[in-house]
C-alpha cells in the first residue's frame, strides 16, 4: 500500500524567507502526487498535481514542487513566503484510476514569523 | 468560494445514534469523494461516488454509507455513532480521482 511521509510536523520561517517542505512518498511505480493547503477552519485547496512529464511543477500562489524518482520525494518550494502562507500544508498520492482515494501525510504546519 | 458547501458546520451527537451529512457542488463534476479528518491528522478517504454509483472505498465499515443524486449533491450517512467517528468530515468534486474542490467540512462532535 502507498504511503506519505511529511517529516516536519512545524516548520517556522521568516516573512520573505524561501521555503521548502519535505515529502516522501512509498509505492513501487511512479504514482500521481499533490499538494494541498488548509487554512484554520476551512477545507482543502489543490495547490499543484504532478502526474507525468516534466518533474517540475508549478502551482498557485507562486508554489512549485520537484518529483524526484531516485529520492522518492515531492518537495514543495516557494522562492518567498508571506504572512498568509501560514496554514497546514498536506502531501498526498494516488494510485491507478483514483478510485482508491488519495493517501494523504499528516501535514506540516506552517509558522511565519515577521 | 470552493462551490462545495457543507452542511451543517457543526454538529454534536450522542453515541449510537446516526447522523447524515450534506455536500453540493457546483462544479458540475459527477464525482463527489468524502474525507474524514481526525484532530492534527492528514484526511482518510472514505469513499467516492460516480455517477450515483459508490466506486471506491476506504478502511470504513459499512456502517459509513453515501448516497449522491442526480444533480451530484450527496450524504454521508453513519450509523452507530462512536466517540472516534468525532472528526472533520470533507467533501471533495473530483475528477479522475482528484479532489480538486473541497467544502469548508462539517465537524462532528460525538459524547
Known amino acids: 500500500a502507498q504511503s506519505v511521509t511529511q517529516p516536519d510536523i512545524h516548520i517556522t520561517v521568516s516573512e520573505g524567507a524561501s521555503l521548502e517542505l519535505r515529502c516522501n512518498y512509498s509505492?513501487?511505480?511512479?504514482?500521481?502526487l499533490f499538494w494541498y493547503v488548509q487554512s484554520p477552519g476551512q477545507g482543502l485547496q489543490l495547490l499543484l498535481k504532478?502526474?507525468?512529464?516534466?518533474?517540475l511543477v508549478q502551482g498557485i500562489k507562486g508554489f512549485e514542487a520537484e518529483f524526484k524518482r531516485s529520492q522518492s520525494s515531492f518537495n514543495l518550494r516557494k522562492p518567498s513566503v508571506h504572512w498568509s502562507d501560514a496554514a497546514e500544508y498536506f502531501c498526498?498520492?494516488?494510485?491507478?484510476?483514483?478510485?482508491?482515494?488519495?493517501?494523504f501525510g499528516k501535514g506540516t504546519h506552517l509558522i511565519i514569523q515577521p | 468560494e470552493t462551490g462545495v458547501t457543507q452542511s451543517p458546520t457543526h454538529l454534536i451527537k450522542t453515541r449510537g445514534q446516526q447522523v447524515t451529512l450534506r455536500c453540493s457542488s457546483q462544479?458540475?463534476?459527477?464525482?463527489v469523494s468524502w474525507y474524514q479528518q481526525a484532530l492534527g491528522q492528514g484526511p482518510q478517504f472514505i469513499f467516492q461516488?460516480?455517477?450515483?454509483?459508490?466506486?471506491g472505498r476506504g478502511n470504513f465499515p459499512p456502517r459509513f454509507s453515501g448516497l449522491q443524486f442526480p444533480n451530484y449533491s450527496s450524504e454521508l450517512n453513519v450509523n452507530a455513532l462512536e466517540l472516534d467517528d468525532s472528526a472533520l468530515y470533507l467533501c471533495?468534486?473530483?475528477?479522475?480521482?482528484?479532489?480538486?474542490?473541497f467544502g469548508n467540512g462539517t465537524r462532528l462532535t460525538v459524547t
Open positions: 471533495a468534486s473530483t475528477q479522475a480521482g482528484t479532489p480538486l474542490h
Open positions: 509505492y513501487g511505480a511512479t504514482p500521481y
Open positions: 504532478y502526474f507525468s512529464g516534466d518533474t
Open positions: 498526498a498520492v494516488v494510485t491507478g484510476g483514483g478510485a482508491d482515494g488519495l493517501t
Open positions: 462544479s458540475g463534476h459527477n464525482t
Open positions: 461516488y460516480y455517477r450515483e454509483e459508490e466506486n
